[in-house]
Nanobody
Framework: QVQLVESGGGLVQAGGALRLSCVDSGRACTSYQWNWFRQAPGKDREPVAAISPNAISTNYADSVKGRFTVARDNAKNTGYLQMNNLQPEDTAVYYC?????WGQGTQVTVSA
């Protein structure tokens, strides 16, 4: 069973950085693509980044390319989203997702 627990969100000024972590306590994500989504107030949930099971392939939304980096450590059953040069439009609840499971979400707020 996949159980995802996120951490690392918070309040940061524009231009700042945060690193989100997502621990797979069920140790079931190793064979699956790991995805990150976000949902801003009043907007639909949107994909942000994805990483293949072997970490060779990554994909990013155009809005975060060059600023965000997705990673995973299968030995630690953990996924990461490094977010640099954050902007107010990045403010959202961020979710990790693997197979059919979702994390609880972590709030990222970027002040101007």
């Amino acid at each position: 069973q996949v159980q995802l627990v996120e951490s690392g969100g918070g309040l940061v000024q524009a231009g700042g950085a945060l690193r989100l972590s997502c621990v797979d306590s069920g140790r079931a994500c190793t064979s699956y693509q790991w995805n990150w989504f976000r949902q801003a107030p009043g907007k639909d949930r949107e994909p942000v980044a994805a990483i293949s099971p072997n970490a060779i392939s990554t994909n990013y939304a155009d809005s975060v390319k060059g600023r965000f980096t997705v990673a995973r450590d299968n030995a630690k059953n953990t996924g990461y989203l490094q977010m640099n040069n954050l902007q107010p439009e990045d403010t959202a609840v961020y979710y990790c997702q693997c197979h059919t499971s979702w994390g609880q979400g972590t709030q990222v707020t970027v002040s101007a």
